[in-house]
């Protein structure tokens, strides 16, 4: 497994798939995967790269989302939705015993807040995270469910995270504004 937090070039792309397909030579009963944290959508596809200007892919080196990677793992299509609905209490429990100096200040946090804000929603915790997490895994399992394609598709990332929170809100508490 090679987990890919940011983008690879071709040339360590190329050196990846080799590295992979090396292993499939060695141990015929594997397969390898490709897991990309934040992919742009849920998949779990055959891994197509090049190689010495080569197009190569091999069925058994995946190319998966972290989504398709935990069910694959688990065996629960939506088991990383639920890991994510249970870190922001977990994360706040952290904080509220390790103190402040566990939490730097980030500039990130701070334009989500602004955000919310700006949308008229003083959201819960679960609601900020939810927005959060929307802005990367918007077609993962469990999460894809919250808003339609189309909505996703026709909505700015702002108006997404605003809508998303409004729709946590009133589904939770029965308001649009909490």
């Known amino acids: 497994m090679k987990n890919k937090h940011n983008t690879m070039n071709s040339a360590a792309a190329g050196k990846t798939f080799i590295k992979m397909q090396s292993q499939l030579l060695e141990d015929d009963d594997c397969a390898c995967f490709l897991v990309e944290a934040i992919a742009k959508k849920s998949q779990n596809i055959k891994w197509e790269t090049s190689v010495d200007n080569q197009k190569v892919g091999h069925k058994l080196i995946r190319r998966v989302s972290m989504d398709k990677f935990y069910a694959l793992v ?104 909490k």
């Open 74 to 177: 688990t065996g629960q299509d939506d088991a990383f939705y639920q890991i994510c609905m249970v870190l922001p209490e977990v994360i706040q429990k952290v904080v509220e015993t390790e103190g402040e100096n566990l939490v730097p200040h980030d500039t990130v946090i701070d334009e989500l807040r602004e955000i919310a804000k700006e949308s008229s929603i003083e959201g819960t915790d679960l609601a900020f995270a939810m927005a959060i997490y929307m802005l990367g895994f918007s077609s993962y399992a469990g999460f894809n469910s919250m808003l339609t394609p189309e909505i996703v598709k026709e909505m700015q990332t702002s108006d997404r995270i605003s809508t998303y929170v409004k729709m946590i809100l009133k589904n939770s508490y029965g308001t649009d504004n």
